[in-house]
């Protein structure tokens, strides 16, 4: 089990448990459009660079549907 911890400008306490695997994933693909996500305060500048380097990678992925090889991305950086 997982947990996702939101916090709101209210003082409300609730708990909820969500057991179908599908619907949780509903609910954290309409919290991720929604909301604004708190940042991990362990991660570095470079790690959160990283981090949407991935992402903006992966969409080009979705995008276009190229991939390369760990040896052509060698040779494309001379590596």
Known sequence: MGQIIIEIPNKINRRYRIEN????????????????RAKNPNLSTEDEADIRA??????EFKK???????DEMRRELGV
Do not use: R
Not at 21 to 36: D, Y
């Open 64 to 70: 276009t549907g190229e991939s390369y090889t760990v």
């Open 21 to 36: 695997a599908e619907f949780a994933a509903e609910v954290i693909a309409k919290l991720e459009t929604s909301a604004q």
């Open 54 to 59: 991935g992402k903006k990678a992966l969409a």
